[in-house]
């Protein structure tokens, strides 16, 4: 019988069962809620979570080199206390680990730090809300084994399956912040296995367990939905997936049988023999075109095999494993093209087209005969479960800088201060101004950025940064001009189209890709290829992207009014996974799809008009929309309504950003005004104050001013055409301000460095300066002529600027012609310019600088 077909869905179906509580007879199932339900993201209702964005033309046969794509250098090695059974990677913040262990205990590592910022031994959270046969087991053997412990698809939460009746799901909110969400005694006897799955666009948990039932359970209440029954023997591993948009689950028990079930009442859809006919696990490939188990038999002969889900058949059998096993061999799969598994003490490495074995890693010895593995998303570290009770993290190349980025960085909540000076800022004055001294080493490692786009930047990619070497305070500090062509790497893009302003720019989350969107309502995407002189597909100001367009050459054009579209407000906002963009130039908000360019929905046709757009870090059918009449619009996409009317400005709104460490929402306004809300639900505003604009400054009428969270998610960046300012956002105090001379011209747009390290800067006569983001202390000037060809226009100017998601030191800018670049400092220097000088810090952590108004080119913060 075919595994899984069209024809699946013939079979006679079931009135649905997503919200009611179907108990099977003589089962009880019991829920302790620890925490007010969590918002889960389902990426604007749809099931686009599951699995990573593919491009059409994308395929498996990209050009690798072994030594350089696989993780076999040995580059951490944690001391765990008990042996490591399940292990998983964040799916973003992709240096976080959660283990599982033969004693109950969870761990989180941050394996860039060489942290473990979490350690829970097993408890159970509500013993009086367990079975009475659970109550008893625990008090005859207290003894408890993580069976399998894995994150959500977005990271927002993680479950744990225990050897005892039991799965507990954590919600994770950055850092070590790791809090009690649900507890269910699931299964009689152990909960074998737990995956996430997003049937009828709603996050579920799926478990199965010694009592030989499947069951379905709501992520965010716990209610239980689907109870399956059809095995005779206890069930060891699940395996979500769809596939033509069918919901499907694959399970596998003791006795060797696979079986296949939709989300109905009507039962087993498949039913065929695993090799080995005991323990197996599936998986896909992380595209999901291909199917794979790995199973070990009772005699210790291990198989792994790739399926023909059609015919129900086995396409291939890898060959390599020892003959005798000593114990049930774990596998995994990467980058679409490796098949990795712990035997015969070491790791063995297949591609996926190939049945001999490819390679093997020892990983320096001193693994078990059976060694767990996990990749992470990326396939760049590779955890190894080793003898006493250790983990070792293998890296490859990219995976080593990745590391790098956390290294002797870690979290620590106290590090944030409780309160800070409110300084005087006199600008034209030597007044000194307090800084924030160390700022961009007090977030937590892997924390979200809360963009000037709306959208949620994750650290878990970021590159190393260089780290500033001390400076000898005897030696001249002098600052890095750059004027010619030779000094740095800067690339045109490529484009075919009408040549009209870029008003906003953006890097997609993964790096490969720039998004625009032009003041004519018209977005453009260029993507780079993986190839010889760009082998990780990245953005770089080396090789030349190309300007992608679908198929059916429809390109993805805003609705817009009968007014000029150029005296619109553009915004935009992109999802998480990349694969939305939501989008106004006046009109209507429209929803993208990124890989198809086709509009998804539009909704709320002005008056009044959109003029800013942010996703709710938690849940993304939650949207901040800022609007042309002062107000912001809390809007739910899934229901859509809208939830709340924030009133606060006078003046629209051109500023929102997201801290979901503080659980709060700033924005800001063409008033100079900024405002923070709360953003758990009631909405209100808790303050609000208005930019110190510089005496004698009279900003344009319709000036911007752009909020964008730190790293730390504490501290937000500000800016305005008269200023740049860091501000504590609980006090809402300004802690720096940077302001540039009278005479200069006024700050077009500016942005943190995905590391919060720098902060890049345009100005409206075409100079791109860079600050260190401490102290707001300018360290390079990138002038016009270094990059725009002789004799251009003075009207030419970069309008807005965009920072690489895990580039520190990559940044992109947007022209008033059109025209958008990207700028890297030459690889022989590594990063812009030289630190700034560092001034003594004062007993609070805080250190003061000069304020603005000497000369050009002396230690003065001046362009």
């Not at 894995?150 to 939460?157: H, N």
């Not at 990795?340 to 087209?353: L, T």
């Not at 022209?815 to 400092?825: A, I, K, M, S």
């Amino acid at each position: 019988m075919p595994f899984v077909t069209a024809a699946m869905l013939k079979h006679p179906r079931a009135p649905p069962t997503n919200h009611s509580v179907d108990y099977p007879s003589g089962d009880s199932d019991h829920v302790s809620k620890r925490t007010r339900p969590l918002g889960i993201s389902d990426e604007i209702n749809l099931p686009v979570n599951v699995l990573p964005v593919t491009y059409p033309g994308q395929t498996h046969a990209q050009a690798f080199n072994t030594s350089e794509d696989l993780p076999k250098t040995v580059a951490r090695t944690f001391s765990q206390g008990s042996l490591p059974i399940s292990m998983d990677f964040h799916p973003v913040q992709q240096t976080l680990l959660l283990v599982g262990t033969n004693v109950g205990d969870i761990a989180l590592w941050e394996t860039g730090s060489r942290e473990r910022l979490v350690l829970k031994n097993f408890k159970v959270w509500d013993l009086g809300a367990c079975s009475m046969p659970l109550q008893a087991a625990l008090v005859k053997d207290p003894g408890v084994v993580v069976n399998r412990i894995i994150w959500s698809p977005d990271g927002s939460l993680f479950g744990v399956a225990y050897s005892r009746h039991i799965m507990q799901i954590y919600s994770y909110h950055g850092g070590d912040d790791v809090r009690q969400h649900l507890e269910i005694d699931a299964h009689v006897g152990g909960v074998n296995d737990l995956a996430f799955s997003h049937p009828n666009k709603q996050l579920c948990v799926v478990t199965c367990g010694d009592d030989k039932t499947i069951k379905v359970w709501d992520a965010a209440t716990g209610v239980k939905q689907h109870t399956f029954e059809g095995h005779e023997a206890p069930v060891y591993s699940v395996c979500p997936h769809y596939k033509e948009s069918i919901q499907f689950i694959f399970s596998t028990a003791l006795d060797g049988k696979i079986k296949a079930w939709l989300y109905d009442n009507v039962g087993s859809r498949v039913d065929y023999d695993a090799p080995g006919h005991w323990c197996t696990t599936m998986a896909y490939s992380a595209d999901g075109s291909r199917l794979f188990s790995c199973g070990t038999s009772k005699d210790g002969e291990s198989y792994i095999v790739e399926w023909n889900e059609s015919e129900g058949a086995v396409k291939r059998t890898y060959q390599g494993f020892r003959k005798r096993s000593s114990g049930v061999v774990q596998f995994d799969t990467t980058k679409n093209r490796f098949l990795a598994a712990g035997d015969d003490f070491v790791i063995k490495i297949w591609d996926m087209d190939n049945i001999s074995l490819l390679t093997t890693i020892e990983a320096d010895g001193g693994l078990p005969a059976s060694p767990r593995v996990r990749f992470n998303k990326e396939g760049n570290l590779l955890a190894v479960s080793a003898n006493e009770n250790t983990i070792k993290i293998l890296a490859t190349t990219d995976g080593l800088r990745l590391l790098r980025t956390f290294e002797n960085r870690s979290f620590d909540a106290s590090r944030v201060p409780e309160s800070v000076v409110k300084p005087t800022i006199t600008p034209v004055s030597s007044a000194p101004v307090p800084t924030i001294a160390g700022l961009a080493d007090r977030g937590g490692p892997g924390v979200p950025i809360a963009g000037m786009n709306g959208d949620a930047r994750n650290l878990g990619d970021v590159k190393p940064r260089i780290s500033e070497e001390a400076n000898d305070k005897s030696k001249i500090w002098k600052l890095t001009e750059i004027s010619e062509a030779a000094q740095f790497r800067s690339l045109r893009l490529p484009d075919n189209l009408r040549q009209t302003k870029i008003s906003r720019l953006i890097y997609t989350n993964s790096g490969t890709a720039l998004l625009a969107l032009a003041s004519n309502a018209i977005h453009l995407l260029w993507k780079w290829q993986r190839n010889d002189r760009n082998a990780n597909g990245k953005a770089t100001a080396s090789v030349a992207p190309q300007i992608w367009q679908p198929p059916s050459g429809i390109l993805m054009t805003n609705d817009v009014t009968d007014t000029n579209p150029e005296d619109a407000v553009p915004c935009f906002a992109l999802s998480k996974n990349d694969s939305y963009v939501m989008s106004a130039s006046g009109g209507k908000i429209s929803l993208f799809n990124m890989m198809t360019f086709k509009t998804m929905t539009t909704f709320m046709p002005p008056p009044p008009a959109a003029t800013f757009l942010a996703f709710h870090p938690q849940d993304n059918n939650i949207i901040a929309i800022g609007m042309d009449d002062s107000t912001i619009q809390i809007y739910n996409v899934r229901v859509d309504e809208v939830k709340s009317k924030l009133k606060g400005h006078s003046k629209r709104v051109t500023g929102l950003a997201f801290s979901h460490v503080l659980n709060v929402l700033v924005s800001s306004g063409a008033d100079a005004q900024l405002c923070v809300w709360s953003s758990d639900g009631a909405w209100e505003k808790q303050k609000s104050r208005f930019l110190q604009v510089p005496a004698g400054r009279t900003p344009s009428a319709l000036s911007d001013t752009r909020v964008q969270f730190h790293q730390d998610q504490i501290h937000f960046l500000a800016v305005h055409e008269t200023q740049l300012a860091i501000y504590e956002t609980t006090k809402l105090e300004c802690v720096k301000q940077w302001v540039p001379r009278e005479s200069s011209a006024p700050i077009s747009h500016a942005r943190l460095s995905c590391d919060s390290q720098l902060v890049y800067a345009s100005f409206l006569d075409a100079a791109v300066c860079i600050f260190s983001a401490a102290n707001l202390r300018l360290r390079c000037r990138i002038n016009p002529a270094a990059y725009l060809p002789p004799n251009v226009s003075s009207t030419i100017h970069p309008l807005v600027i965009a920072a690489h998601p895990s580039e520190p030191n990559q940044l992109a800018v947007g022209l008033t012609d059109g025209g958008v670049y990207v700028f890297e400092p030459l690889e022989s220097e590594g990063k812009w310019g030289v630190p700034p000088p560092v001034e003594n810090g004062s007993a609070s952590g805080m250190s003061t600088t000069p304020a603005v108004g000497g000369p050009s080119g002396t230690d003065q913060p001046q362009r």
